[in-house]
């Protein structure tokens, strides 16, 4: 039976009953069920075989809808949702505990809220009179999808249907934000770059190298990672055998690679275009006929930086 479809009816309807669903989003694909029913979300935390100590994001379709279940939103998580809502920017905000259960936020005090900027996924968001619990729908530890073939091909046998809404056009997971002792503090680099949300709240402070930080569990060390070991250029063993190597670059060719193996996320330079490619061409590379991936470095600025932090991640 195909589970891809358009049917945002029928997804509501799932997804009302406490199944799982996978929602489109400009950031990665996500695998989504009522946030309220943990009956409903601990069902995503088994189709991933993720550990219950990795929380989960809420999204909802406006910030009207996010007081139902947040205790108070600040005046500077408000300019940022008015910055840059809907958009690939999560805010950890204080969670009201009659409605959002332990499981989604791992016990913590904070709840993560996302408002997605995808047409069909704010559609479905307006059918239902509950958020969508929803991590990125991948297995645990492997690369997030950006198209609905792409859930389809590690978790088609645990959801119960995938609304196609066209490859994500931001292509990373989104910018997570949080707030401690009157500082913005970043704890994970997303598709909202860092300059950006500095342009609207001043200086912010990035902490996204905690590994054991139960708050951002999306800082695990190894994740996001292919099926094939990755390098970062120049750090590949001596010796390595090229005619056996794949290579992910920027918008240069690898001199030793053949080129049948290599793939250039933006020929034209551009880093947006990159970001938006890099999770497929990492899925590509489980597909080709090599031992090894070497990436390049990406400029450490706008969503390079969140390119450069997914890499490194998936060379572990
Ligand atoms: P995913 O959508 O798969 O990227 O996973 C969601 C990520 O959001 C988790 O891995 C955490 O890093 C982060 N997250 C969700 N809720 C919280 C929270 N309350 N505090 C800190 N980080 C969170
Ligand atoms: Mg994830």
Redesign the pocket.
Known sequence: MDKIGTDITRAASILAQGGLVGIPTETVY?LAANAFSPEAVVKIFEAKKRPLF????VHTHSLEAALVFVTAIPNRARKIFDAFAPGPI?I?LE?NKEKIPDLV??G?D???VRIPNHPVTLNLLQELNFPLA???ANPFGYV?PTTAQHVQQHLGAEVDYILDGGASEVGL??T?V?FEDGKVII??LGGLSVEDIEGVVGKVELQVNSSSD??????LKSHYAPGKKLYLEGSEPKGSDYSKAAYIGFDNLHKDIKPENQLLLSKGGNINEAAQKLFAALRKTDALDVDIVISAKFPESGLGMAINDRLKRAAG
């Open positions: 996500g990795d929380p989960l994001i999560t950890l969670r936020t791992s913590l904070t709840v993560a929803a991590p990125s997030s997971e989104s997570i949080g704890y994970r139960p708050r951002a569990p999306g800082q």
